[in-house]
C-alpha cells in the first residue's frame, strides 16, 4: 500500500487547477473561448492516449468557470447501461435553474461498455445539457458519440511549466528540492503530472529535503524488483514491495519503461 495514503491529502488535488490560468502545460484557448457563450457551446470529448496529463482537470476547469451544475461520473467504475439510465438521466431530465449552464462529466469514456454508449447517444440527442467526455483510448468510444463532440486532443505537456510548477508546491510545501533533482523527477514520471506530484509527496513524508540520490535510490528500486519478476521471483518481488511501500502506478510505469527500453 503507497504510503501517500497516510496524509490527510494529496498534493494531485491540493493542487489541482482551478482556473483556466493555472493550467499547466495544456493550450485552453480554444476551449476557454467556447466557454464564452455556454448555451451554443458543443459537447466536448477531451483525449491523450496517455493518462495523467489534465483532461479531468480541464473537464473540472470548464465546469468551475461557468458556475455550472454538474454531475461527475467515473465510466470505469459506472459504465453499465443502468448507471447511464438511472443517474444520467435523471439528472438531464430535471428541470434546471435559469441562466445556470448544466454539464455531465463522464470521465474515462472509453470505459463504458457499447451498449451504454449507444444509451448515452440517445441523452445527448434528446436533452439540452452539455456532455464533457475524457478518454485515453479514443479508438474505444463509438463513432457516433464521437461525432456528437468536438474533439480536442491534450498533447505532451511542456517540461519547463510542469517544472515551474512543482517549484511553486515545492515552495508552498516548505520541501527543498534542487532543480536538478527536480528535473530527474519530471523525466522519471513524464508525461503524467499526477504521477510526478504523487512521488514528490511520498518522498516528502520521509524528509522535506529531498535529494538527487533519493530518486536515484527509489528508480535502483523499480530496477530491482522488475529484475526479480523477470527472473520469476514473484513471491520475493511482493515481499519487496509491500516491505518499501513502493506506488503500485509509478512501480507499473517504470516496468513498461525498462522493456520499452
Known amino acids: 500500500m ?12 491540493k493542487y489541482r487547477p482551478k482556473t483556466f490560468d493555472e493550467v499547466v502545460g495544456v493550450d485552453v484557448e480554444k476551449i476557454r473561448k467556447l466557454c464564452e457563450n455556454p448555451s451554443s457551446m458543443p459537447n466536448l470529448l ?6 495523467g496529463t489534465g483532461k479531468t482537470t480541464l473537464a473540472k476547469v470548464i465546469v468551475n ?31 434546471p435553474n435559469k441562466n445556470v449552464p448544466r454539464f455531465v ?44 463532440c468536438t474533439k480536442f486532443h491534450l498533447g505532451m505537456p511542456e517540461k519547463m511549466k510542469i517544472l515551474e510548477h512543482i517549484k511553486g508546491i515545492c515552495v508552498k510545501e516548505e520541501i527543498q528540492c534542487s532543480e536538478e533533482t ?10 503524467s503530472i499526477r504521477d510526478m506530484l504523487n512521488q514528490l509527496q511520498i518522498l516528502s513524508l520521509d524528509s522535506k529535503n529531498i535529494s538527487f540520490e533519493q ?3 527509489q528508480d535502483s528500486e523499480y530496477r530491482e524488483l522488475f529484475t526479480m519478476v523477470r527472473e520469476g521471483k514473484l513471491q520475493q518481488a511482493r515481499q519487496k514491495w509491500i516491505e518499501d511501500g513502493l506506488d503500485l502506478k509509478e512501480l507499473l510505469k517504470s516496468f513498461f519503461d525498462f522493456i520499452w527500453n
Open 215 to 217: 530518486i536515484k535510490k
Open 182 to 191: 527536480l528535473k530527474r523527477l519530471i523525466d522519471l514520471n513524464y508525461p
Open 105 to 148: 462529466v463522464l470521465d474515462e469514456a472509453d470505459g463504458l461498455t457499447s451498449v451504454s454508449q449507444e444509451a448515452l447517444r440517445s441523452l445527448i440527442e434528446q436533452f439540452s445539457a452539455k456532455f464533457i467526455l475524457t478518454c485515453n483510448r479514443l479508438e474505444k468510444v463509438i463513432e457516433p458519440l464521437q461525432s456528437r
Open 46 to 51: 477531451l483525449f491523450s492516449k496517455v493518462p
Open 2 to 13: 503507497s504510503r501517500l495514503k497516510l496524509t490527510n491529502e494529496s498534493f494531485v488535488e
Open 65 to 95: 468557470h461557468l458556475g455550472a451544475e454538474s454531475l461527475f461520473m467515473n465510466a470505469s467504475d459506472e459504465r453499465r447501461i443502468e448507471d447511464i439510465r438511472d443517474k444520467v438521466k435523471r439528472f438531464v431530465q430535471c428541470i
